[in-house]
């Protein structure tokens, strides 16, 4: 993600799809629960209540009742009234009448989420580097392709940086082979991984017995090899962040604090930041003609906290399945967290070109997370005593859990875990997590459209924020079983689904005005038809009114709204691209809403 220069091929134009139009009534395109509280929202210019109806397949009207007024919803300028159903609707297909709109077909089923977490999942399969991705695991034959980097070694980055820092380079070629690619580009970053692989393990670790991530549910080579098969697809981006570890004893070059020099340090145990392209490859380009030189970047503390905090909770949740990579886990993490302790403050580099930067120059609370992952899980007396230490253990709210700020990941390893830590401590994090939890509740109330998140300027990446807020609603009702967390949980997934000002479904393949041009190096349909379309199940980041730097967004500024400065636009990288912390989020989520599903 955050390709500031992205070459952008024209060869063929895409071929044009028509789709449906806008509809004035916004409803999830997934379709919804058969449970009682489903929001619809309408577009009107009606002064006063609004009258509204559900028929079936049959025409028969089967719920009805009034909506209160509209409320001008300001940041797609335009006025919304929210249908809040009082009744169960059986399975079934319907069409909701409101203000003199008809819906598109409403579709009910049993489990509505649980196709959407198949393909959502089946999104980091298709991501994988150094294997090829087989047509029997895919919803297309068009998506399978070869290996990209099969076998990949690379060396630390030698050159110039883009403010004229000469990087001598290394001698040794490392073993970097597999994990995931980020987003769009092929760059892989052990900061997005952690926060990813965080939440795809938190995901299993909250209902350990889920069906739809077991062993056989999902479409994977791994399928049936008596492991859950979330956990082995958490398990091919663990093996990659391992092997990003520096062994004991290895020096490495990394900036000063200011940037303006190299200096060597004891780098052992510390993780690369990063590996990725010296330049930005065309978009889109196949991994078999994709042959750019690619780098190792400096190792940053913040890479290896998030190694040791992933590294410490995969210890924990292999314990039983694999003992052997348990343990190797469980070493990673202890070398990672005192690598980090000695080295505390070696920040990402942000000047090279080719690859995202994810730079962040806070890290109390990556410290925290590591520290509360480790304690978890191997009771260390030091680990806990540094939890107790964090200024995080004394927040009274937690920040929406994100690859730069993952304190919450720290709060959620303590609720999960509440053996392992001082009672006070744990009643402190419990009350922090559902004091954001009870913010999002108001921001849903506040927003006409009915999501929690404040009206307000969007950022990038602004579905994958939504739906990390509602892993947090989620962790709520988990501590709680609060009927409110959980419906505003499905309220951000509802926005994301379609009941939105742009009447689009954020996530490919999905509903009836799906995104089909996410920015992305294979899935290229949208600027050259030899490339695919994206599978089903990819989120793309959404709108955004803040950081409107690509060619598509600059010609938005000042022209759209908050929540419509978007455009199914693949060089739209900074409004359409997909990334594995998005999509980590989604499948959380959708995992979250199945496994609840009744309750
Ligand atoms: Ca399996
Ligand atoms: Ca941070």
Known sequence: MRHLLAAVAALSAPVAVAEPPVSAVRVSQLGLEPAAGQRIVVVTRAAGPV????????????????????????????????????????????????????????????????????????????????????????????????????????????????????????????????????????????????????????????????????DGALALPEARNGVPDVLDEARYEIEWMLRMQLPDGARAIVATPDGRAARTIAAGGMAWHKLGDTVWAPVPIRVEDDHGTRALYPPSTAATLNLAAVAAQAARLWRDIDPAFAAR???????????????????????????????????????????AEIAATTGDPDALRMVERSPFARVSSVATPGWATTGAAGTIAILRHPAAFPPALVTAQRRALLASADAYLSDDARQPYRYPAAPGATQWGSNGDLLSRAVVLGTAWDLTHRAAYRGAARDALDYVLGRNPLDRSYVSGIGARPMRFPHHRFWGAGIDARFPAPPPGALSGGPNSSAMTDPVARTMVGKCRPQTCWRDDARAYSQNEVAINWNAALIWVAAFLDETRGR
């Open 51 to 214: 009258a509204w109806r559900v028929r079936d397949d049959a025409g028969r009207v089967v719920q009805r009742g009034v909506a209160p007024a509209a409320r001008y919803a300001v940041d797609a300028d335009e006025a919304v009234t929210a249908i809040e159903l009082p009744r169960a609707l059986a399975p079934g297909r319907y069409r909701v009448e409101a203000g003199g709109a008809v819906s598109r077909p409403v579709t009910v089923a049993a489990r509505p989420f649980a196709p959407l977490l198949r393909d959502a999942m089946s999104f980091f399969y298709q991501q994988r580097a150094g294997v090829p991705i087989l047509a029997r695991y895919v919803q297309r034959p068009d998506l399978a392709r070869p290996a990209g980097h099969l076998g990949e070694t690379a060396r630390c980055f030698a050159g110039v940086d883009e403010r004229g820092l000469r990087w001598p380079g290394c001698a040794a070629r490392y073993d970097v082979v597999g994990g995931w690619y980020d987003a769009g580009d092929r760059g892989k970053y052990v900061v997005n991984a952690g926060i990813s692989v965080w939440m795809m393990l938190d995901a299993w670790e909250r209902a350990p017995a889920f069906d739809l991530l077991r």
């Open 329 to 371: 886990c469980r070493a990673a993490a202890l070398s990672a967290f005192a690598a980090a302790r000695r080295e505390p403050a070696v920040f990402a580099e942000p000047r090279f070109t080719g690859s995202g930067a994810y730079e962040d120059a806070a890290l109390d609370d990556e410290f925290f997370w590591a520290a």
